[in-house]
């Protein structure tokens, strides 16, 4: 059993910066993969990033590939999301998942944060 909590998102202006933390809480996710997906209002959620546990081989959505970067730190038990330049079309609330693979697909992560909400203005 892994619990994540999902921190650091708000409200910025377009071009800002953002680092998103996910915490395991209870349990190590030192040897799960990690992914972040996000969900925008009246959207699906999509994904975002994951970031392996094996060998820290990582994949990104294209649209946020040279923008955003995933990054783990298995001594803080953590895993972030720094956000750099960030749009309006980036707004959407944001989750962390752990599972035994990295994947695009959310059906392949079988812990969840809540969620944090990034707002981004024009």
């Known amino acids: 059993q892994v619990d994540l909590v999902e921190s650091g998102g708000g409200l910025v202006q377009a071009g800002d910066s953002l680092r998103l933390s996910c915490a395991a809480s209870?349990?190590?996710?030192?040897?799960?993969?990690v992914g972040w997906f996000r969900q925008a209002p009246g959207k699906e959620r999509e994904f975002v990033a994951t970031?392996?546990?094996?060998?820290?081989?990582?994949d990104y959505l294209d649209s946020v590939k040279g923008r955003f970067t995933i990054s783990r730190d298995n001594s803080e038990n953590a895993v972030y999301l720094q956000m750099n330049s960030l749009k309006p079309e980036d707004t959407a609330v944001y989750y962390c998942a752990a599972g035994p693979r990295s994947s695009r697909w959310s059906y392949q992560y079988a812990y969840w944060g809540q969620g944090t909400q990034v707002a981004v203005s024009s």
């Open positions: 209870e349990g190590s996710f030192s040897r799960y993969a």
């Open positions: 970031i392996s546990w094996k060998d820290d081989s990582r």
